[in-house]
């Protein structure tokens, strides 16, 4: 589905996504990845399943104000446990399957919101 044009620039906005892919600022990127204003990371996680306290450890020292966490084609939620990493930091995480997060994303980096966008595709 495209979201909106989307032209090269210093803000990373998802032009559109699919089946297990994004397009960021015409980049193209399979896989799981993390989306930020400043720059889009490749997230070696492999799936939902397998989140670990360490994943979300490595998005709080991101040091964004919220995550949305994108569970894939459906709305999954990780053990509270694992979350307090963000918890502890004092940082948002927002739930939501992967469609839901990419458009979300967008709506809070329009409002300059600092937002990291943790997307595991399927």
């Not at 989307?6 to 193209?28: K, L, T």
Request: hydrophobic content about 50%.
């Amino acid at each position: 589905m495209k979201l909106q044009l989307s032209a090269p620039g210093a803000r990373h906005s998802i032009a559109a996504y699919g089946d297990g892919y994004i397009v960021v600022n015409e980049v193209r990127h399979q896989g799981n990845v993390i989306v930020m204003p400043d720059r889009v990371l490749p997230w070696d996680t492999p799936g939902f399943e397998a989140l670990t306290v360490a994943d979300f450890e490595m998005l709080a020292a991101l040091g964004h104000e919220v995550v949305l966490l994108g569970t894939g084609a459906r709305l999954r939620f990780p053990h509270p446990a694992l979350a307090r990493p963000l918890a502890a930091a004092r940082i948002g995480l927002e739930v939501m399957d992967f469609q839901a997060a990419c458009r979300t994303y967008n709506v809070l980096l329009a409002d300059m919101r600092k937002v990291a966008a943790a997307l595991l595709m399927r």
